[in-house]
Structure formats: C-alpha cells, structure tokens
C-alpha cells in the first residue's frame, strides 16, 4: 500500500535519514518569480548578484565575430587562438533606436571561467552548456581542425547561443559576474576569481565517494541521472547515424555531377541531341553542386542536437551536487547518533557495543564522576551543536531541491520545445532537398522528350 508523502514543512528527524527534500516535497515552478537568493552575498562578502536589474531592460546580445590572433599564455608560449566580439545594444532609447551600448573581446576560454563559476554558485541549475571546442560527430569532408573558418562561424553561433541562454534565464541572468563578462573587458578574470568560486568546488573524488556511499538516493534524481545517460547516448548515436547518412549523400550528389559531365561529353558528338543532353547536364550539374551548402545547413541541426548532447552532463551535475548534499546529511546523522550513544553509555555506565573506551575502562579501570561529568558536558554540546547542524542541513537540501526541480521543469519545456522545432524544421529540409531532386530529373526528362 502506497504511503502518503509526508509534510514538506515539517522538520527530518536524526534517524531515519530521508533523501533530501523528502520523496513528497512539494516543489513550487520559481520561474519568473522573485528569488529570496536575489540579493545573496556569498561567504567572502562579495555580492555576486547585480542591483541594477539591467535583465529587465531590452538588450540584445549578439557575437558578431570571431578573430584569429596570436599571443603568450600563462607559461610565455606563444600560442594562435580565436577572440569572440560580444556586442550588447539596448533597445530601449529614446527615440526608439537601437544603439551599441558595448562592445569587447573575449576568449573562448573565458567563456569556460564563467560557465566553471556558474556551476559553482547556481549548483541548482541546468547551467545551459558551451559549444564544444573540437569538432565531434564529422563526416569525412568536414574538417576537425579547431581553426577551420566554417568550424570557428559555427561555435560562434553556440557561444551566441550560450550567452543568450544564460541571459533568458531567470535567476542566472541576474549575476553580476555576467554582467560584467558583456561590460567590463580589462580585469573581468580577477573579479571571477576574488569571489573564491574554486575553492566552493566540490572535487570530482569527493562527488564519486558520495554517489558509491550514499544510503538513501532520492528516486527522482536517480531516475533523472539515469535518464540523462539514455539521453546522452540517444542524441550521441543520432549525430553518428547522420554523419554516415551525410558520407552518403555526399557521394550520391557527386554522381549526379559525373552524369552532368557524361551528358556534356555526349552532346559534343551528337547533332540533333546535342542540345537537350547538353541542357540536362547543366541541370546535373546545378544539383550537384547543391550538396555543399544542404550539409552546411544540416550541420547547425546537428550543432542544435550537440547543444542538448551536452546538457545530459549540466543534469548530471545537478544530480551529483544533491548526492554530495544527501551524503553529508546521512553523515552528520550518524555522527548525532553516535554521540547520543555514547553519551547515554557514560549516564548509565554500560556498554552496548566493542569499543576502545570499553577495553581501556576494563583494563584501567573506571572514570571518576568528575571526569564522566565532563565528558557528558562536552558530548551534550557537540549534541546540541550536532542538531543544529542538522536542522540547518534539512532546509538547506530542502531549499535545494525544490529549486533545482523547479528549474528541471523548466528545462524540460525547453528541451521539448528546442528538439521539436529542430526536428521538424529538419524534416521540411529534407522534403525540400528531395524535391528539388524530383524537379531535376522531372527537368532532365523533359530535355530528353525534346531530342
């Protein structure tokens, strides 16, 4: 028989430890709605959240262009790399104009120092992902060079995409470390740093302890982090199966173009038929050379899949963060638990299990009630200090997870509006394609009644 989920509102006792949140909290859609943490500062006194609520004025984002330029990293190397211009413009002026408001450089790698950040102080959130940085999923005539001009225009258009993710959202548009990633060029990278974000970083061994050592998993972010996988995999083996589809096509529109020069061969030896297999491969010709720019066109629907390939990771990120979270919870648990016991075995003096306090007292005989009278003082503190600490990490896990669903939900519309819109807009591409492929041959076979 199904129980009923417990009130949201009450308070996790020590044992037994639920999940974070509870298996029924209730999980309020915080989109669009004021966030409590609006106007957080973090530990160190740095106000990470922007007060001038520039996320409310109509601004445009846009990244016009990409640059190749030469430079010293931080071992004095001289490395080539690609700078990005980030243009902001405001739509809000007074005559009703849109006027550049800024405009700076920035690096690729800059781009990963704010996602880093992001993911740090918003572990609640599906942090929208970058553009990946080396060509996956290519066909064979596509070039994995990380400097290829079409490969540069197409993350170009993914960092676009990324900045104008983030600015839609509705609690990390509000950053003020994104705010000065589009405004402030010079000293943007000691700003992110005095904030402290890499010290706030769970390390990767720690989140792997917490995943094997966890007791009582949430099943919502089990299923989620299971599904997430499925996703990964899915979309990973779409983008094969269509870089093999394109391999395939490539070549077949290639023999379109073989067809067009047999026909022009042929026509130069033939008098009353030179003229329509000379018209028919011209239209062989123009088909074939057709092929170039549809596979242009199919690679930014693959650059759309790729978008959603990577955020599989951002969920898994939320997941491993509420891992992290239930772990200490069930540890601080057991370390209440364990002083309760052992402050109950020195008021009554017996032992409930093998302990070295338990061989020592044998051999050395007992404690004088003094000594056992401070000992019980300082467990009652570490007691109290415990279950404080407790309570505190229950609304903390609570807070945590009704935020994080809510912007699970969120993502979810988004990811189904997304993949809809992209699959059917592909689809109609290749109707279109294919017909153009039926008005060709309908063309060529009209050439050919004409001889």
């Not at 989140?207 to 009582?216: I, P």
């Amino acid at each position: 028989m199904e129980q009923a989920p417990p009130d949201p509102e009450r308070q996790l006792q020590p044992a037994p430890v639920e999940p974070l949140g509870g298996p029924g909290a209730l999980l309020e859609a915080a989109v669009g709605e004021e966030e409590t943490e609006g106007n957080r500062e973090d530990s160190s006194g740095v106000d990470t959240m922007t007060g001038n609520h520039f996320w409310l004025k109509k601004i445009e984002i846009s990244v016009s262009e990409a640059e190749k330029r030469t430079g010293r990293n931080a071992m004095n190397m001289q490395e080539t790399y690609t700078a990005y211009l980030i243009e902001t413009r405001s739509v809000e002026h007074a005559d009703g104009q849109s006027v550049l408001t800024d405009s700076l450089w920035r690096r690729y790698s800059e781009f990963e120092l704010l996602r880093n950040y992001l993911l740090v102080y918003y572990p609640h959130v599906v942090v929208p992902p970058l553009p990946e940085k080396r060509a996956e999923f290519v066909w064979h005539k596509l070039s994995a060079d990380n400097m290829d001009p079409d490969f540069v225009e197409r993350r170009r258009i993914g960092l676009e995409n990324f900045l104008l993710r983030v600015a839609s959202h509705p609690v990390l548009c509000r950053d003020k470390i994104f705010y000065l990633f589009l405004t402030q060029e010079g000293n943007w990278k000691e700003t992110v740093n005095e904030t402290g974000f890499q010290l706030k970083a769970d390390s990767r061994l720690k989140a792997l302890n917490a995943t094997f050592r966890v007791k009582n998993p949430d099943k919502r972010f089990t299923e989620l982090k299971h599904y997430s996988d499925e996703l990964q995999s899915v979309i990973s083996h779409l983008l094969r199966v269509r870089a093999r589809v394109a391999d395939r096509l490539y070549g077949v529109y290639k023999v379109h173009g073989n067809y067009g020069r047999v026909f022009s061969e042929w026509s130069a030896i033939e008098k009353e038929m030179g003229d329509g297999l000379q018209s028919a491969g011209h239209h062989m010709d123009v088909y074939a050379s057709s092929i170039d720019d549809i596979l242009e066109d199919e690679e930014h629907y693959a650059d759309q899949l790729k978008e959603y390939l990577f955020y599989a990771e951002a969920l898994r990120a939320v997941c491993r963060k509420h891992e992290l979270m239930q772990y200490d919870l069930e540890t601080a648990a057991q370390d209440l638990a364990s002083k309760k016991q052992q402050c109950e075995e020195l008021a009554t003096g017996t032992i409930r299990t093998f302990s070295l306090k338990g061989m020592t007292t044998k051999l050395f005989g007992q404690e004088t009630p003094e000594q056992r009278e401070a000992r019980i003082k300082v467990l009652e503190e570490q007691i109290n200090e415990g279950e404080e600490q407790l309570k505190s990490k229950n609304l903390e896990g609570r807070e945590f997870v009704k935020n994080a669903w809510a912007d699970i939900e969120r993502f979810k519309e988004q990811k189904n509006r997304d993949l809809k819109e992209a699959l059917i807009s592909y689809a109609v591409m290749q109707i279109s394609m294919c017909k153009k492929g039926i008005q060709v041959w309908t063309n060529a076979k009209e050439c050919f009644s004409k001889m």
